[in-house]
């Protein structure tokens, strides 16, 4: 899970650098995230339905198998372009082909994870085990951007790799991981097994772990509660809202970097990787420390994680100097780093034991969804004013507050069922 999520977010933060030295459109650049979240939203509840029957380590092999094959395409396509080999253009277009098979086959792995560990652990243990398992990939979203910069490798005699070099690196570590996973975990087979898969949401920058995926995989019950049901509407509402605006501003942050302090592709690297370090720290901040210490209820969470991230998304648009533009995202990386455990734990409050899995998978499919068109958005806005999508992301937020404020439950306070 680790490797994953820092291979994917070490590849998204040189990606605006890299679109930039190709001469493509920035639309491109997010357009290749988007096709691949939408694929994983689709995929991953039937790779987590197959791990139940044709075994974990199969799955987990498989998603493996996507990521590494996926970034070693990209990765080879990409410095096809970077040597003229091929134009910009078709090296993106056959970017967005290895991100597809990312979105397809890499979701299988994270569900089979999961299951594996719940079916490995005791009832006491197994949710303490599976929310350290989503912790790997929270830190993965730090370690990823911290060490993309440094991945950019060296001249191979007249073979430029440079800024695909980040590519070439996760696919290695994703290789030895599916080889150790081969070697040193049992082979399960199709079996019945008490644990199920749960699907995870798209491993992206600022797309921390909520839990619902382990609420999904350890709850019993079998109510189903669909998105407009009259306890959870106005959470499902928040989150989706509330993701887009994180994801709106999260993909147009590279860019952000490059222009407002005219920097070449090359050299924005450390600087971006500088403000992604910020913004996630700030996010694992709010959500392994500040929330356990205030103990806030679910409500008081999103009200509190709106106020500051709507301050923060607009700090960020209109500051002029790299540390003006790190603390304005790490301000709004915190909000949000409140907002998404809120609108968790609280669609979860809404609904009684046996809807517990139903809320928690409409709540990830919120998450996941949040990242197919929010990127495309955020650089769409991007390219028409540059503080246009972190100025429409706080108004945004700030709306949303005021609904928040009239329609968010108290804890305990259920809502009637929807007919």
């Not at 790779?47 to 199969?58: E, H, I, L």
């Not at 910009?88 to 990312?102: H, P, Q, S």
Request: with cysteine; net charge positive.
């Amino acid at each position: 899970m680790l490797t994953v999520a820092a291979g994917n977010t070490a590849l998204q933060s040189v990606l605006p650098a890299l679109g930039r030295s190709l001469g493509v459109p920035d639309w491109q650049v997010a357009a290749a995230f988007s096709v691949s979240a939408l694929l994983w939203v689709i995929a991953a509840p039937i790779w987590a339905r197959r791990s139940d029957r044709q075994g974990r380590k199969a799955m987990i092999l498989l998603g493996l198998a996507g990521f590494s094959g996926s970034l070693i395409l990209c990765g080879v396509v990409l410095a096809a372009g970077i040597n003229g080999l091929i134009s910009g253009t078709a090296a993106f277009l056959a970017f967005i082909v290895g991100r597809l098979i990312y979105g397809s086959f890499g979701a299988a792995a994270p569900p089979a994870v999961q299951a594996l560990v719940a079916g490995k652990t005791t009832r006491h243990e197994r949710t303490r085990a599976l929310t350290l398992l989503a912790s790997a990939t929270g830190l993965g979203t730090i370690i990823g951007p911290a060490l993309a910069p440094y991945l950019v490798l060296p001249d191979l005699g007249p073979v430029r790799i440079g800024l695909a070099g980040p590519a070439f690196v996760g696919a290695t570590f994703g290789l030895v991981v599916m080889a150790a996973v081969y070697r040193y975990i049992p082979n399960d087979g199709a079996m019945g097994h008490e644990a199920r898969g749960a699907a995870s949401a798209y491993p992206s920058i600022g797309n921390q772990p909520s839990g619902a995926s382990v609420t999904a995989a350890t709850a019993h019950g079998h109510e189903q509660v669909g998105y407009l049901d009259a306890r959870v509407r106005a959470w499902m509402i928040a989150g989706l809202v509330m993701g887009h605006a994180q994801a709106m501003t999260g993909q147009a942050i590279g860019f952000l970097v490059i222009d407002r302090l005219h920097l070449s592709p090359a050299a924005a690297l450390p600087p971006t990787g500088l403000v992604l370090i910020m913004g996630a720290g700030a996010a694992l901040l709010a959500q392994w420390g500040l929330i356990p210490l205030l103990n806030l209820d679910p409500r008081r969470l999103v009200l509190a994680g709106l106020v500051i991230s709507a301050i923060g998304t607009a700090a960020t648009g209109v500051a002029g100097s790299l540390y003006g533009i790190a603390l304005g995202y790490a301000l709004a990386s915190l909000g949000f780093g409140f907002t998404r455990p809120g609108f968790t734990a609280g669609a979860s409050l809404a609904v009684g034991a046996r809807a517990q899995g139903s809320v928690a998978g409409k709540v990830t499919s919120i998450n996941g969804a949040s990242f197919i068109l929010g990127p495309s958005i955020g650089v769409g806005l991007y390219q028409l004013a540059r503080p246009l999508p972190y100025l429409t992301a706080a108004t945004a937020l700030a709306l949303m507050l005021g609904y928040a404020w009239f329609t968010l439950s108290a804890p305990g306070v259920e809502a009637e069922p929807a007919a």
